[in-house]
């Protein structure tokens, strides 16, 4: 009995444990949350922000080899590199899948700040109350079409003004919607069904804004026709969109148009009549502003075309100069000078464009990572390309490429640096003593020393006193002394005047 007993313990046992093992076996594999993908590393602002500044410098009188060229670009790309990480920016985070884009570094550097917009195209970006609002318009509008044998005065007119009028599908080519074409293929932004088997079309807010009023008879006494306030998309804070401010004034109630006052009474002269415009309106998924709590969601939600709106000239002109500025400001800065009074501008951006019209870069680019994966730093030159994903130029500055993969054409991080050669060991030059005033004259005064000592020589002189005999009598001439002598101090000036004379004309001679 007690052998059984322990069988059946012992069976228990084993099933227990069997239970178990096949449990842990049946047991299916936690699937992880997929994470976003950030896009790749394609280098196009990088080379961009490298080409403006080159262009710029050359622009400005550089010598194209000049290596101070290069030396701005490595200290603009460290320091982008600096400010290159992930961040939250009015309580956005604006990394895609963990890793910062250029639109982080964008805003670290102040360009992307809260309430300011990115407009490039069609396409805008803006933060606002701890959403990212994109704005984009990615449809293609249709060219406007020729009123033709539109016979109604009030659509004819108004198809002449630029109103956009088709026919439904439901229209029928013998009713009066027949004689307009059909409506185009497509998502129609803003439009409204006028409930006579016609569609009223706008591709754009302003559009609707400007063209809405068209249809209405003008020719009305006292209609006036405009809006009590201009439409606008409102977004809430969750992200959903209405269009408000569709109080459109009709009239104004006056005492000399009674009629449109509903009754005989008269009100105010300024009294305005509205009305509602927003029964029948439809507005398209592709149409208006959208709210995203993050940029991963955002990049998802982004059309194509919106992505491929290219940036506006003053977004990298502000990039270019923030990356120099900030190279200046660092210790140790021998690249070109950072002028304040002379920035880079969108007229120099537009100059490099103009050069090189395939490199201008895009929203996309602008969500693309400014550095290769597995790396830090952010090059910057004309020329980088996507770089070995295990090369980093700062750990590593003079990496060997792999078999196949393209490399850096210029190694920023290693600037071209002048080579003066060994240390000749040159002393300083010394300065001599300085001469005194009498040794700088000496060489003068000593000239021609026997004339410094040139002495008149002393003599004794009398007037001369001829004599000669005649009839025996020995006759003096003694006269002409004595009127000499009472002439003396005359004789002495004229002759002195005659000697200077002399002197004056034998030098000049010489």
């Known amino acids: 009995m007690m052998k059984k007993i322990i069988a059946l313990i012992a069976l228990k046992k084993i ?46 009188g550089f010598a194209a080899n000049d ?7 490595a200290g603009a790309s460290s320091s982008l590199t600096a400010v290159n990480v992930a961040s939250t920016v009015g309580g956005v985070a604006l990394g895609i899948a963990g890793a910062p884009v250029w639109l982080t570094v964008a805003a670290s550097v102040g360009i992307f ?30 060219p406007a079409y020729a009123p033709g044998q539109i016979q109604e005065g009030q659509y004819k007119t108004a198809v002449a003004n630029g109103l956009r009028v088709y026919r439904s599908s439901t229209c029928f080519a013998s009713d009066f919607c027949g004689q307009f074409p059909l409506a185009p293929a497509g998502e129609i932004p803003i439009s409204r069904d006028a409930g006579n088997g016609l569609i009223l079309a706008f591709y754009s807010l302003d559009e609707f804004t400007q063209k809405y009023h068209l249809l209405v008879n003008a020719q009305q006494s006292g209609q006036v026709h405009s809006w009590a306030q201009p439409p606008a998309y409102e977004i809430s804070a969750n992200g959903s969109r209405r269009l408000v401010g569709l109080e459109r004034i009709e009239y104004v109630c006056t005492q000399t148009s009674p009629y449109y006052c509903g009754d005989n009474a008269k009100p105010p002269a300024t009294s305005p009549y509205k009305s509602d415009q927003g029964a029948g309106l439809n507005i398209s998924a592709s149409e208006g502003p959208r709210a995203y709590p993050d940029l991963n969601t955002a990049y998802g939600g982004m059309s194509a075309a919106a992505k491929n709106q290219p940036l506006p000239d003053n977004l990298i002109a502000n990039l270019a100069n923030q990356a120099w500025q900030n190279a200046a400001a660092q210790p140790g800065y021998q690249g070109l000078p950072y002028s304040v009074t002379q920035p880079i501008t969108a007229t120099d951006v537009a100059a490099w464009r103009a050069v090189e019209p395939a490199a201008a870069p895009t929203i996309a680019d602008l969500l693309s990572p400014a550095n290769a994966p597995g790396s830090v730093t952010v090059p910057i030159s004309p020329t980088v390309t996507v770089t070995n994903p295990s090369t980093d130029p700062v750990t590593n500055p003079t990496p060997t490429p792999s078999p196949g993969t393209s490399t850096a054409n210029v190694n920023v991080m290693n600037a071209p640096k002048v080579d003066l050669g060994a240390d000749p060991q040159t002393p300083d030059p010394t300065l ?21 000592n040139y002495r008149t020589p002393s003599h004794a002189s009398e007037c001369p006193k001829p004599t000669f005999q ?12 004595a009127i000499s002598e009472q002439f003396r101090s005359q004789i002495t000036s004229v002759m002195s005047l005659v000697w200077i004379l002399v002197a004056l004309f034998i030098v000049l001679s010489a």
């Open 15 to 60: 099933l227990v444990i069997a239970l178990l093992v096949a449990t842990v076996l049946q047991q299916n594999p936690a699937q992880s949350q997929a994470l976003p993908v950030a896009p790749a590393a394609n280098f196009v602002v990088n080379r961009a922000i490298g080409g403006v500044l080159t262009k710029t410098a050359i622009s400005r």
């Open 67 to 73: 290596p101070r060229i290069a030396t701005t670009l």
């Open 113 to 142: 700040a809260v309430g300011a917009a990115i407009v490039a195209g069609k396409t805008s970006l803006k933060l606002s109350d701890n959403l990212l609002i994109v704005d984009s318009n990615g449809i293609t509008t249709p």
């Open 432 to 452: 001599e003593t300085t001469p005194t005033a009498w040794q700088i004259l000496s060489p003068i005064m000593s000239l021609i020393p026997e004339l410094k």
């Open 470 to 481: 005649i009839f025996g009598e020995t006759i003096a001439m003694e006269s002409h002394c």
